[in-house]
């Protein structure tokens, strides 16, 4: 699915230097390279402040830490996500209240997110899933409207940008209230381990987001509040800074790749690209087919007989899964999650891809797909 490996070769001097030079200064905690690499990604993202933190998940837990919810408070979001943005609200005894996505851009259906509003609602996480930013124009215009906290999940989506009505483009994570994000290996600025980061325009709430991922101490062992010990290592910092540099280089590579399968399954019946939201760039975390009348199970196969990956994200929904049982919500109730997770395939996407290796992935799509 990915090819990290192909991507480290072309920038292997310097990532070993970089390395090298953390593993001599031994500052392997907070050392120098993750104040830089914040502020580059400061400049990069123009936001305010970023804040590191050691994963996607912790990242999303800090941020509702810091926005003081409590428990029972009521936060809205996307069926069809990744577990880690339930789970956190689950561990900090918030409510999760799952909506509906759209079945085009598969962003959180802004409709549902109308009708799932109540007095206890405190806010929205918008997952800018697979690479594009959600309906950020009418997210943003009903969470000023009621008061409510706008969290954007762009663990998928770093670099994306959105353009809102008033003209101006921001990067995805940079126009709700806060903003977290993920550099686990594969996601489009991955680190060699586990890393994230908190962007906030607010300069109280980035004061707050630094001291609760700090052991909630603002002064070294005086502890104001309850806090995680999250922190980005030096070492995935020190590769980030030279990663960042290649961000935008790297989000061209994977836009080109979708370009080349577009072409190849755009006007297939059987197959259903990647519908683009209105007002957003697309930087391709995945990109995900929806297929009709075609057996998942028997095409995966096939591509494996290919030697082509192929992967699922997701196969169960939220709702549906063991530990988030909850008498609220049964089989039936998110009608387009439902019918995304059996019959949506993620194809390989990153970097490297060749026109060869994309020619060969397309032929044998369509091998199966028009027998
Ligand atoms: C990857 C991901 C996360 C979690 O990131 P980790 O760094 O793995 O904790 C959260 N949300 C979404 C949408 C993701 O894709």
Redesign the pocket.
Known sequence: MVDLVSQYKKIKTEIDTAIQDVVVSSAYINGPDVKHFAKELEEYLDVKHVIPCA????A?QIAMMALNFKPGDEIITASF??V??AEVMALLQLKPVLVDVDPDTFAIDCDAIERAITPRTVAIVP?H?FGQCSNMQRVMEIANERNLYVIE?T??AIGAEYTLSNGTTMKAGTIGTIGTT???PS?NLGCMG?G?AIFTQNDELAQRIRIIANHGQSVQYHHDDIGVNSRLDTMQAAILRIKLRHLDEYCEARQRAAAFYDQAFGKNPKLKIPTRQEHSTHVFHQYTLVLRGVSRTALREHLESKGVPSMIYYPIPLHMQKAYTDPRYKHGDFPVTEDLCAHVISLPMHTELTNEDLAHITSSVLEFVNR
């Open positions: 994963n996607g998940t912790d999303l996500t990744c880690a943005t997952v899933l999940d663990a998928q993920s550099f686990f996601k586990d994230g």
